[in-house]
């Protein structure tokens, strides 16, 4: 059953590939190419950081931290000109996953608000050691001059069709990889962690070193989508590090909604679409953010995909059977248990 | 590293008292800011991560009552006073919606306020730096000790948030108040239970956390520059204060800011570039060893 889905996915997968490669020939503007390299990139801090808040209940407030690591590893790396693209990618990806494992071992002992303030402070050491190491990262200018694409197998980047299908390519395989995490049996330790993290300490399982693990997968691919964004740019910000970034990501989440995988980037693209027109129309980019999100917290109470797929879900039981009570019942249920579990962790 | 320009410092007495007076401002302005945050989420159980933007608005309305009215009184009643009443306000309107609910939403209601604050000062002030300018009344000669030159609004600014420390202090261990509070954080629901208004209560204790960051913020006015990112810096800071202190602890928030007023103070001269490093290399150290805090109580 599990071999039948994972064949199920990588049809999916498959299917998803050849639309992106093909969007480009149906609409050959170049804007539209750009935004979906820009959404790639934030789709996948964005996914990468669902496996911890959205499967795993870990609310990280400083995952951009390791999309700045990949952003900056990978531009260092090629400015140096020693290595090739895929070396450094790989050598990202390992780095990043290490930083991850030093922070994560320190954090992911602590209880929810304490992690998050925690991935906080850590995200904004980082921003400040890029900020003060001129020398290496040029401060707050960035990491100019570029950063060079030698070919690598016949392929070239400096070609804007070749960086288009190569960043898409590298989409597909991380979302293949994220689906295979979270369908496996691992995926459902993490929910059960999520769920009630006590009983399955009872039951056997290391919590800690389950968070550990995922904590360092998020990392690391939470890194891809920061060389996306090095090669799209040619460059690296000290803004992605910066909290306000995973501020964004965080509220991808929250737009796109937890419980559908692909969630996440269904808000990376509403965001990144609200961004650009609020950007023409006004300068007070954050005012309007930020009255967007109370909108959503404080009206809708969950994200919007998540508010649409609830919806979809109690049409389809209404239609199914006249069973009105069934679903309040089951609501209460889960909320006095995770009170009961708050009582009894303070 | 420079250790030989600490070293240096250390074997002048009069260096020595001009950087522990600067590290004693620091730490009282973080003891003011943390012991509200601490408070907060002793009691709420919530973490406010807006109180850096608390203290800004505390700042700015401190600047605003100065340009007015010319009174430093009346500014720091301004910060302090009108930053109470804007906790309150946003506890009773915003916050209280989501109490109970998942972390995630608390985190965005407060990156909402981040957000919507920092833009609105821009839109009243400018982006630019700000300067409030020092008060008349502390217009007088720097006091002398043992050679150290110690201004004189270091001394009142001092003294003050001591004071306020040990009101505090005394207002949480000895008041009634202070008990149903103490209570309130150990057990809400029995507290509710014997007809305390928990609602009303939380508001108190949201306006009175939120009252301490508006008053450093008022204090921190006419020595530091007025900008819309003032807070953020402030909130990780206080935020490393109460972890190292431990979470909900007044005496704890207090040694912990002297320890990180003074690592900030002499740091700042034997290794200048890395002294947010040592922060959090304290409070790494701190959180091996104690995960609850010095002064915390356990978290399990």
Redesign the interface.
Known sequence: MWAQSSRRDLALAALLLIALVALPYIFPHPAMRDFIIYVIAYGLLAMSLNLL?GFTGL?S?GHAAYFASGAYIFGLLMQSGEVSIPVAMLATVGGTALLALVIGA?CV??????F???T???Q??IH??IL??VSLTGGDQGLMGGIPRPPFLGIDLGNSMTLYMFCVVLFVICLVIMRQIVQSPFGYTLRMIRDNPRRANFLGVNVVAMKLAIFVIAGAIASVGGIVMALFVSGAYPEFAF??TS?EA??M??LGGTQLFLGPLVGAILLQTLNHFVTIYTE????V???V??I???GL?RGLADYVYELIQSRKAAAAEPKPRAEPAQATFTDETR?AD?GA?? | MELEALTGCLSSLSCTVTQISTGLIIGMLLFLVASGLSLI?GVL???N?AHGSFYMIGAYFAFIAYQTTQSFTLAILAGALGVGLFGVVFERL?MS??Y??????Q???C??????L???V??LFGGEYKLMGMPQAFALPPFQIGGGFIPAYYVFMIGISFAIGVLLWFGIAQTRFGKVVRAAAINPQMVGALGINTTMLYAMVFGLGSLLAGTAGALAAPIRTLTPGMG?SIL?ES??VT?IGG?GSIVGAFIAALLIGMTRAFGSMAFP?FV??TM?AI??IV??VK?SGLFGRP??
């Open positions: 808040v609310v407030f320190i002992r602590l209880h929810e608000i304490y998050a303030f925690l906080l402070a850590f904004m050491f400040s050691v003060t190491w909290w306000t501020g965080i509220f989440i929250m007070h980019h954050g005012l953010l930020g009255i999100i109370l959503f917290v404080l109470r009170l708050k962790n303070t | 989420f159980g919530v973490i991560f915003f919606k989501v109970g609910r998942d972390v995630l939403m985190l965005l209601v990156y909402a306020f981040i957000l919507i920092d833009d609105v821009k839109i953020l990780i935020f490393i972890v979470m570039l947010d490093g959090f409070m790494a959180l091996i995960p978290v399990h």
